[in-house]
């Protein structure tokens, strides 16, 4: 415990010697085996290869080899390939604001051989014979080889033995090299990949489509359990998959996130699909995704981070919109239709655009009043039952409203009511078999949908604050306030500096009015100083209409007719997020006749 370091006496300034810089150049760039899988990949795919075979020894300590049958290399070009700052990819800083390939700095290799044994063989179409390059002695002779390139890397960190000691077991470097190869195989269905370990066969994924792609790499659940996600907002495009809200994980393990084709971690997308999931997914749940944003490069900077796992956007509140509506536009449509269903899941849903039913307008501020909630209820204007006993009070409307006039009643995707179970659960009969349906959860979706939508309709109404609430503000508090007084004033908020060290919140959204007010201001400029501030507002507006919609749905053991239970299913037919009540809970389920057939050993 006594070993207190003592500062080394100082020695004179000297420049490190070439090969000691490249071997801390590496460790930013080679971290693992895994690291120089992906380098090598990245490379592979910037040549233009069609099938890229990846073969490991030991977990890809003893040995990673690479063969993929892009483009090749010129036989005198390879010594530069090995080159520090050497590159084909780019030739200007200008390039450098448009990258359209996945390396650009020319460094991979080098960091690689200064950390290995490396050999590169290579042969371009044009070229009679192919190449092979020793990166340390430098020797290059003829070797035989069908157009592409090979690179093997051998015994990872052998002269940095300091690094080699952080590595992990086998097994376990050699799954993160799969998945790093994972990675890469989920940007492009079109390239073939395989994956060898100690001679055996590990993946080999075909070239296909996406959604192939996805069901041989994630498995066909991820495909039936995923919506299809497709938008497009000014210049960003999100497309790709969201797993539905039954399929989320408790690991964060299946998210993935690719801009122009290359895999990143960034905190904007994860943070805009995770709030896309907020009304849907309670607790821990961590929602599965792929999915792919394009953009237009120079709005996006990928030279940030020594791995490029990182990128940087010019206008993180465009992405940031654009990957949330996506996906909470991918996961609102109910599913209803597609029960029983699976082979029709890959497809877009097949539900027509959600119709809106009429509702009868309640001024926001007598909202939360239960005879108000019972009026949205039903769609003539006066609510049924008696409005003041909630238990009563929101009462179906009489009469099937057929949300799809065009289908035969037995063809409702939700099916006909049969009966009430124990006052808690609606039994119906569909084409698939049974449905049960948890009718309070249900209706209270139904309810909080129409109650958003409502407010949503009318713009946020702001409510000046007879006195304003001042609090003491970061200089960055202050600095976003100046910056974002129209996205304030959009949210129904005014925050403006009140001394050079305070601020004061002089109006709030009125639906918010009875909140904290400096809580509130506070959270909005914190969001806007990251991204999309409005979440904030539409977060806390959302957490009360719930609590709303809870007291305005019908309670359990009342009594339902028939009529009552088939209007509730038509209207979650046709009420976005209905399958999952407000806390993330699944609203029905779906028996079909084989379970049934299964419960009772009836062979068919
Ligand atoms: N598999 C390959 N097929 C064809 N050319 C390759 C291959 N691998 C490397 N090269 C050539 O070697 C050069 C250097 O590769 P390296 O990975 O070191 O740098 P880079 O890809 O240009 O940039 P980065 O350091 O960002 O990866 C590339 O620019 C490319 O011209
Ligand atoms: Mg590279």
Request: neutral net charge; aromatic residues 4%; glycine residues 6%.
């Amino acid at each position: 415990m006594s070993a207190v370091l003592s500062p080394a006496p100082r020695r004179p300034i000297r420049e490190l010697p070439d090969e000691l810089v490249s071997q801390i150049a590496a460790g930013e760039v080679v971290e693992r085996p895994a690291s120089v899988v992906r380098e090598l990949v990245d490379n592979a795919l910037d040549a233009g290869a069609t099938q890229v075979t990846v073969r490991l020894l030991a977990g890809g300590v003893r040995l990673i080899c690479i063969e993929d049958d892009g483009c090749g290399i010129a036989r005198e070009e390879l010594p530069l390939a090995l080159r520090r700052h050497a590159t084909s990819k780019i030739g200007s800083l200008a390039d450098l604001e448009s990258v359209a390939t996945m390396g650009f700095r020319g460094e991979a290799l080098a960091a690689i051989a200064s950390v290995s044994e490396l050999h590169l063989l290579s042969r371009p179409a044009a070229q009679g014979s192919a190449f092979l390059l020793d990166a340390s002695s430098g020797e290059l002779r003829p070797a035989a080889r069908a157009t592409g390139t090979t690179v093997e890397v051998k015994e990872l960190f052998f002269s940095t033995p300091a690094r080699r000691k952080f590595l992990k077991t086998d097994a376990t470097e050699l799954a993160h090299c799969v998945e790093a190869v994972r990675r890469h195989a989920l940007a492009r269905p079109d390239v073939g990949f395989t994956v060898w370990h100690e001679g055996k066969l590990c993946e080999q994924w075909r070239a296909g489509s996406r959604e192939q792609r996805l069901s041989d790499v994630l498995g066909e659940d991820f495909l039936a359990d995923s919506v299809a996600v497709d938008h497009a907002v000014g210049p960003v495009r999100v497309t790709g998959r969201a797993g539905i809200p039954d399929a989320a994980r408790s690991r964060a393990d299946w998210q993935f996130a690719y801009v122009n084709g290359r895999y990143v971690r960034d905190k904007v997308i994860t943070h805009a699909a995770r709030s896309a999931y907020e009304d849907l997914l309670h607790g821990q749940r961590q929602p599965a995704y792929a999915l792919y944003v394009e953009i237009d490069p120079t709005r996006v900077d990928v030279n940030v981070h020594p791995t490029k796992i990182e990128v940087r956007f010019r206008d993180s509140r465009e992405v940031h919109q654009a990957v949330r509506h996506a996906v909470e536009g991918a996961l609102s449509a109910p599913r209803a239709a597609l029960a029983g269903a699976p082979q029709a899941v890959a497809a877009a849903p097949v539900m027509p655009a959600w119709r809106q039913p009429a509702i009868p307008f309640v001024p926001a501020q007598q909202g939360n009043r239960v005879e108000d909630l019972a009026a949205l209820w039903s769609p003539s204007p006066v609510g049924r039952g008696d409005a003041r006993n909630p238990d009563a009070a929101p009462a179906p409307e009489v009469g099937v409203r057929t949300a799809h006039p065009d289908l035969p009643s037995g063809d409702w995707p939700l099916g006909r009511a049969i009966a009430q179970l124990q006052g808690i659960y609606i039994l119906a009969e569909n084409a698939q078999g049974l449905v049960v349906v948890d009718m309070h959860a249900a209706h209270e979706r139904i309810v909080y949908e129409r109650l958003k939508t409502q407010m949503d309709a009318q713009a946020i109404r702001s409510q000046p604050l007879l006195i304003p609430a001042t609090f003491a503000a970061s200089p960055a508090e202050i600095a976003t306030a100046e910056a974002s007084q129209a996205t304030l004033e959009a949210l129904g908020l005014q925050v403006t500096p009140f001394s050079p060290r305070t601020l004061a919140v002089r109006a709030v959204p009125a639906t918010l009015a009875q909140g904290d007010a400096v809580e509130l201001a506070r959270s909005v400029l914190a969001e806007l100083a990251q991204h999309d501030g409005s979440t904030i507002v539409e977060r806390a507006r959302n957490e009360l209409l719930a609590t709303m919609a809870c007291h305005g749905a019908v309670r359990a053991n009342r009594k339902l007719t028939i009529e009552e239970m088939n209007a509730l299913l038509r209207q979650m037919e046709e009420t976005e997020r209905s399958d999952q009540c407000n806390h993330g809970r699944p609203t029905w389920r779906q028996l079909t006749l084989r379970e049934l057939d299964g419960l009772f050993l009836r062979g068919r």
